[in-house]
Each structure stands twice: as C-alpha cells, then as structure tokens.
C-alpha cells in the first residue's frame, strides 16, 4: 500500500471513530425519578444511607463483563469490596488521560453506585437530568472533568440507563462504540 492509501486509509478510521464517539456522546437522557442520593463531600466518595439492589447490580456487572476487552476485579483505586472493570492492558485509549488509576475506566461500589469517566457533557446532562455527581476531585487534573459517581439504580428502567452511561464511559475511553 502506497503512502497516501494508507494515510487515506487513517484518514477514514478516525473521522468514522470521532463520529461514532459523537454520536455516542449526543444521545439524550431521561430525567431520574427517583430521589437523588446524598453524597460524601470528600474521599472516600460514597453515597449515604443507600442500599443496593443485588438482583440489578448483578445483571449490570454481567453486562459489563461482556464488553471487549473488559475484566471485572477487585479495584485498584477504590475502597476495599468495589469490583473494578479493567480494561486489557494492549487496549488502544482514546482518552488515556481520563481514567484515575492504571486501566480502571470505572468501579462499582458495595452499594452498587459507580465512578466512571464519562465525556464532560455527558457528565454534565447525567448531572443535570439527575443520574450522577461530580466526584470532589473532578477538577483536579486534566482530563477528569467528566469523572462522576453514578448513583445506584433501584429499578430495571434505571438500571438500562446506568448500563448506557457505563458503555459511554467506555466509548469515551476506547473509541470503541458497543452494540
């Protein structure tokens, strides 16, 4: 292959990767019905007085695990019990810059909320339709201003829009849209 078929050829796959991201990125969310947690302040960042659904974090970390290139285990930045969702060390990151700790893209707390890096305006929509808030640290480095705790579901209807904002996470991450 020639110099410029193969520059064309790169070309191509980034402006078919950014759109996808886009699109990914754009989608609307619904506003959350039900109550928004009360959080920590501080680190460790956890929600109060919030129990979680086994049966719904179950079927969430089941469909993380399908994810390419995705492993769940123990976290390696979060407290003691969260299951971290570890992305393959020769994964190719679009936002490497974006995650908090080694190839955690995101964790899920005993309580069955999560932190993850999301693109900073579908942070900012999770925020503002009532599924997330901004982590204390958010702001601390470049490319953290997405990073949010999800609050836990306590419905199937809110357990899909969790399981959408977890692979718009990954997306972001990755490059790579799911589905």
């Given amino acids: 292959m020639n110099v410029h078929m193969r520059t064309l050829a790169v070309a191509v796959t980034v402006v078919a990767l950014m759109c996808s991201m886009a699109s990914a990125q754009e989608r609307s969310l619904p506003e959350r019905t039900s109550p928004r947690p009360e959080t920590t302040s501080g680190v460790p960042h956890t929600q109060i007085g ?12 089941e469909r993380v695990a399908q994810f390419p290139g995705v492993t769940l285990g123990p ?10 969702f570890q992305l393959n060390p020769d ?17 899920m707390h005993t309580d069955g909320s999560l932190h993850a890096s999301l693109h900073p305006a579908m942070a900012r929509r999770a925020i503002e339709a ?6 204390p640290w958010a702001d601390q480095r470049p490319g953290w201003s997405g990073f949010v705790m999800i609050y836990t579901p ?3 209807e809110e357990l899909d829009v969790v399981i959408d904002l977890v692979e718009s996470s990954y997306t972001f991450i990755t490059g790579n849209t799911l589905g």
């Fill in 50 to 61: 919030v129990e979680i659904n086994a049966d719904l974090a179950q079927l969430l970390l």
């Fill in 75 to 84: 976290t390696r930045i979060s407290l003691p019990g969260a299951i971290g």
């Fill in 91 to 107: 994964m190719l990151l679009s936002q490497p810059n974006s995650i908090v700790g080694g190839f955690e893209f995101a964790h």
């Fill in 130 to 135: 009532g599924w997330a808030v901004a982590h």
């Fill in 154 to 156: 306590t419905t199937p």
